[in-house]
């Protein structure tokens, strides 16, 4: 596996990955299943920092989005994996 480990996901059906540190623009990380410890690779479109969402899949306008295995919003634009996910292209839906 290609880049360094900087990313969290915490179950297989989920379409973000939680930062562990700084993405840049353009790197190649890895990202950790804490639920299994298999790893998948994925490239920052644009840099995202520690704690926020990057996107593992691409997600259509409208589509609901899930994080710990649960619906946590909806895409409020397109979202392209590699994705900066935040407030910007997702709505919550506890609100």
Do not use: C
């Amino acid at each position: 596996m290609t880049g360094k480990m900087k990313a969290l996901i915490h179950t297989h059906p989920d379409f973000v990955a939680v930062a562990t540190d700084d993405i840049a623009k353009d790197e190649e990380i890895v990202a950790v299943f804490m639920d299994d410890g298999k790893e998948i690779s994925v490239r920052g479109r644009e840099a995202i920092p520690l704690g926020h969402k990057i996107a593992l899949r691409n997600v259509k306008e409208g589509d609901k989005v899930i994080e710990y295995g649960e619906i946590i919003g909806k895409a409020t634009q397109n979202i392209a994996t590699g994705d900066h996910v935040h407030i910007h292209n997702l709505k919550s839906l506890r609100w």
